[in-house]
């Protein structure tokens, strides 16, 4: 685990970039096939399905097109997100690092943006990555993602307190790969589920659904 640990240090010096968008593309793709067999395993406890009626699959362009999205989107924009945060509040705002002040503003700027952000690129390209156009894709915004902002929104202020405060920035963004195993399986999950019950709760899906009754009349 040590030798591991320290060729990806190297890797990580010599090639940061590159290095960050290759363990972020794994991991999410990872995260896919959990999400999957997450799906399934739920499926068949409500349809009482046996293991011989439906065996578990991987979709394997599913795990490739979630892959591309830590690929293209996660690793070099966290990347550079990370590093430009952490320049940004050192320099600009002149908090001392490791303040209390310091790690509150860049929890609150990464909740505030880049938490938002990532959830609206995954969803869009999620939809438009299976086909769909642009008015299918809008609905699959409006119904997935203050869901996932709201439950997502008690978890990573957390993880993100602990990332700000103890680990050096050029290890943060492997911190939230480590954690983007569980998030991207969570989302490709709530993406997966379509109009599934749990939804309701939310105001977002309420508005989606007097919406297309109206369109109905």
Known sequence: MLKVWKWYQNCLSVNPVKTQIISSG????????????ITHATAKNRLQISDADEK????????????MFGFGFVGPIGHFWYE???????????LPPKSVRF?????????????????????????FSAGKNVTQVKEDVKRDFIPALI?????????????FRYVPVR???????IFCLLDSAFLSW????????????FPSYHSLEEKSGKGDL
Not at 56 to 67: D, G, Y
Not at 84 to 94: A, E, P, S, T, V
Not at 103 to 127: E, H, N, R, W
Request: charged fraction near 15%; hydrophobic fraction near 50%.
């Open 190 to 201: 709530v993406e997966q589920q379509k109009d599934a019950p749990w939804k309701q709760w």
């Open 103 to 127: 790690v509150a503003t860049k929890v609150a700027t990464d909740c505030i943006i880049f938490g938002p952000l990532d959830l609206f690129v995954f969803f869009s390209y999620m939809g």
């Open 26 to 37: 794994f991991l999410w793709g990872s995260g896919d096939i959990a999400a999957q067999y």
């Open 56 to 67: 578990f699959k991987i979709n394997w362009k599913r795990v490739a097109t979630t892959s």
């Open 84 to 94: 430009g945060l952490d320049k940004f509040i050192r320099l600009k705002l002149q």
């Open 171 to 177: 290890y943060q963004l492997l911190y939230v790969n």
């Open 151 to 163: 439950l997502e929104g008690g978890v990573w202020p957390i993880v993100q307190v602990a990332n």
